[in-house]
Each structure stands twice: as structure tokens, then as C-alpha cells.
């Protein structure tokens, strides 16, 4: 019997930090085009809503339309809700945001790897180029490690990033192996000796 409270707490326990590192990534987290919502107001079971961010950045919401979503954080979007129903519908609005579908984090991983393709990163923590380069099983002995490029769409222009591989693992400088961004493309030349 002692075993199996033992083994309850534990389990309790457990559950209670997965759900309080799952509410720590979401109060972090900035909700983005795709990610699905299941957001309600207390007492108010006809305002309860599901939304997926469209593409603009936008959901759609009872009484008040249309509300930028895309960019904010869930308290954000909670406020930003709460702020327009008190304005002109209820007293006082307790509204609650969950994120029921993460946009998926994707990066390409192209060139010479040993298993070029797209990588989903975790929800949890940052991914940098080398543990992209990782995941896609290394580089090739036709690499040129030095002129990898991480290009990205920052504000609808184009930008390149080089990472010099060898400052990273030769000379132990951790700082120039960059966090990747979701949608971001890592190329890998090849030598050209």
C-alpha cells in the first residue's frame, strides 16, 4: 500500500510540472498563423469559441469580430479579448486562451547533409544550426562547413546568415552556433576542393 501511495505522488508530481512547463511555454510563447485556440469567458457558455489564426494574423470572435492574434502572447490575447467585450458587451469578461494546436516549427535542412529535408524543432526549447545539421545525420565529406548559410524571411525580406562550423566545434565558440527560427532554410555548400 505504501508502494502504491508512493508511486501515486510521484506520478502526481510529475503531472503537476508537466503542466506548469506547458503553462510556463504558453505565457512565453507568441501565438502564430495556424496555431488553433479554444478560448472562453466564464459564464458566458455561447461565447465559447475555436479559432484558427488565419494567415493575416487574425481570429474571428463573437460580438467582436475581428482580433489580431498573430504576435501576441496567450495573456495578450486574453487582455486584448477581455478589454473589447468589457468596452461594450460585459461587465466584467474572464476570458481564457489555450492553445490547442501549436503552428508547426519546421526548419530545411538543404545541401550537402547526409538527410536533406524539413525537421520539425520542439515546442520547448530553441534549436540551433548544428542541432538542425544534427537531425539531418550530419554533413557530407563534400561539405564546405564554413559557408553554411541560414537564410530567413525577416518583415518580408530576404536575409542570410553564414556560420562558420568550425569556430563552433574547433574552437569551442558556442556563440556563433545561431538559434534557428521556424520556416528558417540551412544551406550546406559543397567544397570546392
Do not use: C, W
Not at 553564414?162 to 574552437?171: G, L, P, Q, S
Amino acid at each position: 500500500m505504501k508502494k502504491f501511495l508512493f508511486l501515486f505522488l510521484i506520478l502526481t508530481a510529475s503531472v503537476f510540472s508537466l503542466s506548469a512547463a506547458e503553462t510556463s511555454h504558453q505565457s512565453k510563447y507568441k501565438l502564430q498563423p495556424t496555431d488553433i485556440l479554444l478560448i472562453t469567458v466564464h459564464g458566458q457558455p455561447d461565447l465559447t469559441t475555436k479559432a484558427r489564426i488565419a494567415a493575416d494574423g487574425y481570429i474571428s470572435f463573437p460580438l467582436i469580430g475581428q482580433v489580431m492574434a498573430s504576435g501576441l502572447t496567450v495573456q495578450d490575447l486574453e487582455d486584448a479579448i477581455k478589454k473589447a467585450l468589457e468596452k461594450d458587451y460585459l461587465v466584467k469578461a474572464e476570458v481564457l486562451v489555450f492553445i490547442e494546436e501549436y503552428h508547426p516549427r519546421q526548419v530545411s535542412v538543404i545541401g550537402e547533409v547526409n538527410k536533406p529535408g524539413k525537421f520539425t524543432m520542439t515546442a520547448e526549447r530553441d534549436m540551433t544550426v548544428l542541432e538542425a545539421i544534427a537531425m539531418a545525420e550530419g554533413f557530407t565529406k563534400d561539405a564546405d562547413v564554413n559557408r553554411t548559410k541560414v537564410i530567413r524571411i525577416e518583415n518580408g525580406q530576404r536575409k542570410t546568415l553564414t556560420v562558420k562550423v568550425k569556430d563552433i566545434t574547433e574552437k569551442g565558440e558556442k556563440d556563433k552556433d545561431i538559434v534557428v527560427q521556424p520556416d528558417d532554410v540551412i544551406f550546406v555548400p559543397e567544397s570546392f576542393f
